[in-house]
């Protein structure tokens, strides 16, 4: 009996200490940046392609899940995002002391971005989604936070997470960056030509269209074979369409057609997007037309991948 005891309160050790090193924050030494010398105006740029307004603008609304804000340029947080996992509230992220994230290092910042890690070295929920971010160039988060370094701080009172009980512990949160955050900054595939390498940076990285579009298995993380080939939506109802070349997604499109939707919000059916992919495409319209060729050439070179069929209650 005795034994039994001591071999359980061994086991639960081993647990615990397994648990705590596989759940341990990755962060980069600020020794890994680069010494730059940041371009605000390429970070006001990267702010636009990363849409981070979307989220961390305060919504115009009573509403907290209101898709719209009235100032893109206040970063005070308290959108609601309901997922299945609970509601997520979104921080603010102005220049403010108090409130929002003024004060924070280069260091903090990236490691925010790019291993979803707080400067108390607490991991962020995926709600927040440094999976693509983790992709973008130094230089260009580095820019970035130049750029919001300049927006006005304001001062905001944002509410904690609403989170189903096993999900309110964010050190679990560790074991899911072990299967989905690989920590590997975006390199172009090899004889991938220059402009599609672009293109895919823009998608993979900062513009995170895969988030929106592509399906997850039920821990939240992304199918990568069946990648933006549509899903339900992850912040409320209906679907988010399949934009691969497959007849049963863009594969119709031109080229063209795809760069004019992104520069207009006019589909070729003379629709216009609605949604969550408005604010998405009012930041693309702000996107030089080069680089909306090239996301449009990116999107074009993806392999085709039939949408999935859909359930019933989603589809509604
Ligand atoms: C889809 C919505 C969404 C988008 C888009 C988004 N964020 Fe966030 N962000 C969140 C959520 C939700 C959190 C809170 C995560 C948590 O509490 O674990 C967050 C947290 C943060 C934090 C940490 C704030 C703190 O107080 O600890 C920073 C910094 C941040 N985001 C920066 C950005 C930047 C920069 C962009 C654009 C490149 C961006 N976010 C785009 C949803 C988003
Ligand atoms: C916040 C979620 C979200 C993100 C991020 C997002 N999209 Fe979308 N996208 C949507 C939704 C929702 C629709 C459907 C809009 C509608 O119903 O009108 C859509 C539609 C589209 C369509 C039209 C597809 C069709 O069949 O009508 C294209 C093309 C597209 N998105 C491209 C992109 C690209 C490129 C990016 C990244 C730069 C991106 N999206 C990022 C949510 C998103």
Not at 77 to 90: A, E, H, N
Not at 174 to 197: H, I, M
Not at 217 to 228: E, N
């Amino acid at each position: 009996m005795r034994r039994l005891f001591w071999a359980a309160v061994i086991l639960a050790i081993i647990g615990g200490v397994a648990f705590y090193v596989l759940t341990m924050p990755r962060m980069i030494d600020a020794g890994e940046l680069p010494r730059h010398t940041a371009d605000v105006a390429n970070g006001e740029y990267m702010f636009f392609a990363g849409g981070c307004a979307s989220c961390h603008a305060a919504p115009a609304s009573s509403k907290c899940d209101d898709p719209k804000s009235t100032d893109k340029r206040k970063l005070a947080g308290g959108r609601c995002l309901i997922t299945p996992f609970g509601r997520f509230y979104v921080p603010n992220i102005s220049p403010d002391r108090e409130s929002g994230i003024g004060g924070w290092s280069d260091i903090q910042f990236v490691n925010a971005m790019v291993r979803g890690v707080s400067p108390s070295g607490s991991h962020y929920y995926p709600a927040f989604p440094y999976t693509s971010y983790q992709r973008m160039r130094y230089e260009d988060l580095l820019d970035l936070k130049a750029f919001m370094d300049t927006l006005p701080a304001v001062k905001s009172q944002v509410p904690g997470h609403d989170l189903a009980l096993p999900f309110r512990l964010r050190r679990g949160l560790g074991l899911w960056k072990l299967l989905y955050l690989d920590g590997k900054q975006f390199s172009p595939s090899r004889g991938q030509d220059e402009k599609v390498a672009r293109g895919a940076y823009l998608v993979e990285g900062p513009g995170h269209c895969g988030e929106c579009h592509s399906p997850r298995d039920p821990l939240g993380g992304a199918l990568s074979d069946a990648r933006y080939s549509g899903a339900p939506n992850p912040e409320g109802k209906g679907y988010v369409p399949n934009i691969t070349p497959h007849k049963t997604g863009i594969g119709a499109w031109s080229g063209e057609e795809i760069i004019d939707a992104l520069e207009t919000g006019l589909t070729p059916s003379f629709d216009s997007f609605g949604g969550t992919m408005v604010a998405v495409q009012e930041n693309m319209a702000k996107l030089t037309a080069a680089d909306r060729a090239a996301i449009a050439a990116y999107l074009k070179s993806l392999p085709a991948v039939a949408s999935a069929p859909r359930k019933k209650e989603a589809a509604k």
